[in-house]
């Protein structure tokens, strides 16, 4: 018998696991990211109201979520929260989590381009909201900055807005989602394509108009998520969209 005859040992499977999570692995996980993100938001909003001890009904949250103190604490906890879940998904797999989700720094070029082209995108929205009279910023967030502002939230919102949320959102759409569904049957243009839809479904708070924009700098962000090999890339030039919008609304005027 072969398996007693040290000469001819038993065959054993060495083929490892996969190290990604594929289509609908990827897709399923990130209900599950997306789950614990939004968790964690609405978990600042129930401390909130427990604090101050108000009743834990939807009206009370409501009003309390409107507040700008509220709703920066709100996406600030969300970071954690989708850190969390992502760690869990690659530890199941095994895998190193600064490899599975790019957190690779990109060269000083490849942030120079994204820079570049991130500027011409939004300057041609810019050009074409103009023409078209309208805002250039949503006329909520706009009020939602300025009263945060006033209110002397504007340090907190700042972080939120663009450091906070460009993280959380990258993570899960340029990281894990892009990370998974590129590796399967969606190959890079797909999972482009996908993962800034999924991205641009986050942000249904916006007109359809403004979704289109979130579209298309979704679609760069994705392109230089694929050119670069780094999500800090994504991240910076996410962080950077949303700082200049935050600073030219809050305090140099809409």
Known sequence: M?????????????SAPPRVWMFWGTALWGVFIFVAMFVGQIGAVVLLAAQRGLPMDLSSLQL??????????????????????????????????VDYLALHWPSWKQLLF???????????????????????TPGFMTDLLKSGR???????????FS??????????ARGFLYRGWSASFLRVPGAILLSSLIWTV????YDLYFL???LAIGLWFGYMRYRSGSL???IVLHALNNLTAVVLTMWLGS
């Open 2 to 14: 072969d398996s007693l005859n040290p000469d001819h040992p038993p065959l054993t499977d060495t």
């Open 64 to 97: 309390i979520g409107r507040e700008p103190q509220t709703l920066a604490l709100s996406v600030i906890m969300g970071l954690p929260a989708t850190l969390g879940a992502v760690w869990i998904a690659i530890r199941i797999k095994k895998a190193s989590f």
């Open 163 to 172: 450091v906070a949320a460009p993280m959380s959102e990258e993570i899960l």
């Open 150 to 160: 006033d209110k002397g939230a504007a340090l907190l919102l700042l972080f939120a």
């Open 232 to 234: 800090w890339l994504t």
């Open 212 to 214: 289109t924009e979130v």
């Open 202 to 205: 986050v942000h249904l708070q």
């Open 114 to 136: 994204g820079a570049v082209g991130l500027i011409l995108i939004v300057l041609v929205w810019e050009t074409m909201s103009r023409a078209l009279g309208r805002e250039a």
